[in-house]
């Protein structure tokens, strides 16, 4: 068809390799590759991620190509993540990127990490509901937490940040100490479902549509330490329990603030994106809250919260709207947020 329009998409931020082809905002394929070798040291180490995504990346381009049964030749646009990430990761998508759109002679486009979780609320969904502007998107990942006012496609207000970890950090962190391997967010998803949250700790007090996760943290370990003076089995007693009342707090804590925005702000859509916006607690709660608000709740498919290039080939396709093309010569930006 004439209105085709293809994009390859290359997301290597941090331990996920991604490649997807779409066509504008249609998933044709969408490769990841998780890093499990981090799993052993409790959280992502750079130097091998950066030798991981050089191993992966080819096989997963071709995976990609195979699955959406596209020829590389066919290929209007390259969009890569330029940043925030690890800066050895960064460098593995975007030079292959650059080398991609030479050989082809076809032009590229660098993405941030961030809007790009921000624009996956616009892949292609089977009910065709997307937001209308102007909403609110809570950005909930292993790095960042934000809530964002998103006027237009390209056009966004930072309006709250993490004044230290971020949630997705708060699931990992815990995990963690609890001995339950990384990432945290999964496993104490569902680890809850077999739990009540009856442990209460700390909440933060901050400011503004600010958030703060390191005290809590804190409270929760304490808290397990002076538990295990008394009984040596405690965490394994109390597991479940243990993980639905960190997720139940961490979720509060989310919802509360959002919800607050929305209706200070008076904003009656809101997206949830990023890693955490998997949580079947985070989705439920915040769908309740929706409700009681009359407000309309909109969150990514599973497979579009996680790193994924797939909202990396979106974001290039608003860039591309825009006109706005990168020179072979744009170096990465290994910022920790926008
Ligand atoms: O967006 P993402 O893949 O990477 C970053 O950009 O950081 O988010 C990763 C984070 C990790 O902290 C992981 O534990 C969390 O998302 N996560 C979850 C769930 N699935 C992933 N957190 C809570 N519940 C989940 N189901
Ligand atoms: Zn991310």
Not at 146 to 174: C, H, R, S, W
Not at 232 to 256: A, G, P, R
Not at 295 to 306: A, E, H, Q, R
């Amino acid at each position: 068809m004439d209105d085709d329009f293809l994009i390859l998409g290359i997301e290597s931020s941090c331990d996920d390799t991604s490649v997807a082809i779409t066509n504008k905002n249609h998933v044709l394929s969408n490769i990841i590759s998780s890093q499990l070798v981090h799993n052993q040291y409790g959280g992502v180490v750079p130097e091998i991620a950066s030798r991981e995504h050089m191993k992966n990346i080819i096989p997963v381009l071709k995976k990609a190509l195979e699955e959406s049964k596209i020829d590389l030749n066919k290929i209007d646009l390259i969009s890569y993540t330029n940043g925030p990430g690890l800066s050895g990761s960064l460098i593995v998508g975007s030079s292959f990127a650059k080398s991609l759109a030479q050989t082809l002679s076809i032009p590229m486009t660098d993405v941030d990490h961030m809007k790009a979780h921000i624009h996956s609320i616009f892949l292609k969904n089977e009910e065709n509901r997307y937001p209308n502007f102007p909403f609110l998107s809570l950005i909930v990942s292993g790095g960042h937490t934000q809530l964002v006012i998103v006027n237009d496609y390209n056009n966004f207000k930072k309006i709250g940040i993490t004044l230290d970890d971020a949630a997705g950090e708060a699931f990992d962190k815990t995990s963690k100490f609890l001995g339950l391997g990384y990432p945290g967010g999964p496993i104490i998803d569902n680890l809850s479902k077999k739990g009540n949250p009856i442990f209460k700790f700390a909440k933060p007090k901050v400011k503004n549509y600010d958030f703060s996760f390191s005290g809590l943290k804190t409270s929760i370990i304490y808290f397990i330490k002076k538990e295990l003076k008394e009984n040596s089995k405690f965490i394994e007693n109390n597991i479940n329990d243990l993980c639905s009342s960190i997720q139940h707090s961490i979720v509060e804590i989310l919802v509360k603030k959002t919800i607050k925005c929305a209706i200070d702000l008076n904003i009656k859509q809101i997206c949830i994106v990023g890693g955490v916006s998997a949580n079947s607690h985070l989705r439920e709660k915040l769908n309740s809250e929706c409700t009681v608000n009359k407000f309309d709740l909109f969150y990514p498919k599973i497979n579009y919260c996680t790193d994924n290039a797939a909202m990396i080939a979106i974001s290039g396709y608003f860039n591309h709207l825009n006109k706005k093309f990168s020179d072979l010569d744009k170096v990465i930006d290994s910022r920790l947020s926008f």
